[in-house]
């Protein structure tokens, strides 16, 4: 056929079960393969005819695909190589002029389930507008949301529930690193400043005193809390550290429950294991608290916000996506159990929180079947779960990230007074021990969250002792590797090209990777100027060390913490622009030598994240004998690369008109 791509009307209604409107809306999602013109081809096969960006590592540029029955690749080139000497049997997708097929994009690292828990969360949801480009919604308001005490305020309570006073509210996405604070504005009081100091004040002042609250920070990193919360954790009445027992799981997590000199609560929590007795506690009087109670029903009866935030992340493009930090074994199977709903339109690869993995004795598990010969199967959306993943320290903007000299906070900004941060273990001794015994299993890939400069040092020593005692062949991923040195990208080139040394002696091969969280740039560039000074901002996501030492970076959402948008990602890392919050008064490049290629930032999407998981033989590009994972785009955007007279910031523009898993597309209409 011609002109762009359709949905053929004939294809058959579905039978959905009962009882889950989540279930029955996903299938909407799903359809039969598009039965377009017949054209030369093999029985069963599908012939894709258009431009095609396969992202092999030769940069081949193609003009048709072919696709057989359980979505294997069988041929790639040119359309009179692929279809010479087929029948004419096939269904035919012709791409339009200026429309592309890529491979699907793929998120190395996002949090699914609280990504579906702040979809339901309405006026809770607390965070700061996006800079213009990206803003999808213009009737958000945004003046609202540009100042700590308002976005507080502006959390509507709900009526009381059957457990009274002991309900919890649940606000998320605050980001004082964005959000001003004015202690004479909002709330009708003034007090300690700034917020993160006492932010058990604010939260009385201006939510509730009577309720408990807590409100997690856009960083994932950081919580507020008011002295109900910690009446309703402790028991009693208790103001401060001394009458209260603090759970072991906070210290030997990495966390912490902040206090005054005089061990009084401030209300900040520190690190995700500070939360934990909180989100417990919760899980008793909330309803939306079922993705941590029971995340499986969750998955199986969802609802319209969840379908949204799902249907979402297909129309951005997204075919495969990596949950990073999977705590449970009852997570595990809540998010395999999505994958499992008719419909549901990619695939999830799983990162299992060290602890997790140790306490419940998992092993590393892969898809349950592979295309290929003498299997008759379809790669199924559940890639299983084969990563470790543990915290080295916490969030740059959150002030919690363990930085080195010379790249201290600046005084008297957000974050003065936090030094070089922290990290969540107490050296790296004790970092190479918990890895240890994982480790030295062998048949575990490894995912080590480090922000600042201090916590990369960390992971790379660690690592390198592992690998000095036992050695692993499987692939290391550095998340986020923020804040940039040229000697930290060069030790990780070192592990890579076997040049590494610890403590006097050589440490073999080791496949260190990295990805980056390239909003960082965008959307908090220039708060990190004040934050870090701008020459340290300037190395943030250090995309041209990466370059130089031949490091395979990837681009990343961290979802919650970022919209999951790859041609966002895209165009962020070749532009290096960055706005000033809250007014966006001022935007600027930030970090100019750091700026990616196109190329190179559509490899970060796609073929480089699979090989950090160890999919890149099944996914990532279009190549014979991997699977038909694809994306149809309104416009190529290597015709957006500033090095061939393109402008950049454009790519964010261009529209994801479809994606296919198995060759089969995944919406309910072709465009």
Same mark, same amino acid.
């Given at each position: ?6 949905? $053929? ?127 999808? $919604? ?34 998320? +996405? ?80 990495? *966390? ?32 939306? =608290? ?39 074994? =009852? ?55 084969? *990563? ?38 107490? +050296? ?233 898993? +198995? ?9």
């Amino acid at each position: 056929m011609s002109g762009p791509l359709r949905r $053929d009307a004939s294809c058959p209604p579905r039978a959905f079960p009962r009882g889950s409107k989540l279930v029955a809306a996903l299938a909407l999602l799903s359809s039969c393969a598009a039965p377009v013109e017949r054209g030369p081809a093999k029985p069963g096969a599908t012939l894709f005819l258009g431009k095609v960006l396969t992202m092999d590592d030769s940069g081949t540029v193609a003009g048709a695909v072919l696709v057989d029955e359980r979505g294997q690749i069988l041929k790639v080139g040119t359309a009179d190589e692929v279809q010479k000497g087929l029948d004419t049997s096939v269904q035919i997708v012709q791409l339009a002029p200026g429309q592309v097929l890529m491979p699907g994009f793929f998120d190395p690292h996002l949090h699914f389930m609280p990504t579906l828990l702040q979809s339901t969360l309405g006026t809770h949801d607390l965070a700061p507008c996006l800079p213009p480009p990206y803003r999808v $919604d213009p009737s958000v308001d945004c003046k609202a949301r540009s100042e700590v005490l308002g976005a507080l305020s502006a959390m509507a309570l709900e009526g009381t529930s059957a457990v009274g006073g002991n309900a919890f509210v649940l606000g998320m +996405n605050l980001d004082p690193s964005r959000q001003v604070f004015d202690n004479t504005k909002g709330c009708g009081v003034g007090g300690p400043s700034p917020f993160t100091a006492q932010p058990k004040f604010y939260i009385e002042a201006c939510v509730s005193k009577d309720r408990p609250v807590i409100i997690l920070d856009q960083s994932g990193h950081l919580g507020y809390v008011n002295q109900k919360a910690f009446d309703v954790v402790c028991g009693v009445q208790n103001a401060n550290a001394n009458t209260c027992t603090i759970p072991d799981s906070v210290k030997s997590g990495g *966390g912490d429950w902040v206090t005054d000199s005089a061990k009084n609560f401030v209300g900040l929590l520190q690190e995700p294991s500070a939360f934990g007795p909180f989100l417990t506690a919760l899980q008793k009087n909330l309803p939306v =608290a079922q993705v941590f109670s029971d995340p499986v029903k969750f998955a199986e009866t969802g609802g319209a916000d969840v379908e949204r935030v799902i249907r979402g992340l297909r129309d951005a493009g997204v075919t495969t996506i990596a949950d990073g930090g999977l705590q449970s074994v =009852a997570q595990i199977n809540a998010v395999k159990r999505f994958t499992e709903l008719p419909g549901f339109p990619f695939r999830i690869t799983g990162v299992v929180v060290a602890e997790a993995a140790k306490t419940a004795k998992l092993k590393p598990t892969a898809p349950a079947c592979e295309p290929k010969a003498g299997n008759d199967c379809a790669l199924p959306k559940w890639l299983g779960a084969g *990563g470790i993943k543990v915290w080295v320290d916490g969030s740059t903007q959150g002030c919690t990230a363990k930085l080195e000299a010379p790249y201290h906070y600046l005084a008297g900004g957000h974050c003065s007074g936090d030094g070089e941060g922290r990290a969540d273990y107490d +050296n790296v001794q004790a970092l190479t021990e918990d890895l240890s015994e994982l480790w030295t299993q062998g048949d575990w890939r490894f995912q080590l969250h480090a922000n600042g400069n201090g916590a990369n040092n960390w992971a790379i020593d660690a690592l390198s002792r592992l690998q000095q005692t036992k050695t692993n062949t499987r692939p290391v991923l550095l998340i986020h590797n923020t804040v940039g040195r040229p000697a930290i990208s060069k030790r990780i080139g070192d592990l890579r090209n076997g040049a590494g040394v610890m403590d006097t002696k050589p440490v073999p091969t080791l496949d260190v990777q990295v990805t980056h969280l390239i909003g960082h740039v965008a959307y908090w560039g220039d708060a990190f100027v004040g934050m870090l000074g701008h020459e340290a901002a300037s190395e943030i996501d250090p995309i041209a060390y990466d370059r130089e030492n031949k490091i395979p970076f990837s681009l990343h959402s961290d979802s919650m913490v970022t919209p999951t948008r790859p041609l966002w990602f895209v165009e962020q890392a070749v532009t290096r622009r960055t706005w000033s919050y809250p007014d966006f008064s001022k935007e600027y490049v930030l970090g100019a030598k750091h700026a990616a290629t196109v190329d190179e930032a559509l490899r970060a999407i796609t073929i480089v994240p699979a090989r950090h998981h160890e999919l890149d033989k099944l996914i990532g590009s279009i190549e014979q004998g991997k699977v038909a994972d694809f994306v149809v785009l309104s416009a190529n955007p290597l015709d957006f690369d500033p090095a061939n007279g393109g402008d950049p910031t454009k790519i964010s523009q261009i529209q994801v008109l479809q994606t296919y898993l +198995n060759g089969r597309p995944t919406s309910g209409s072709q465009h």
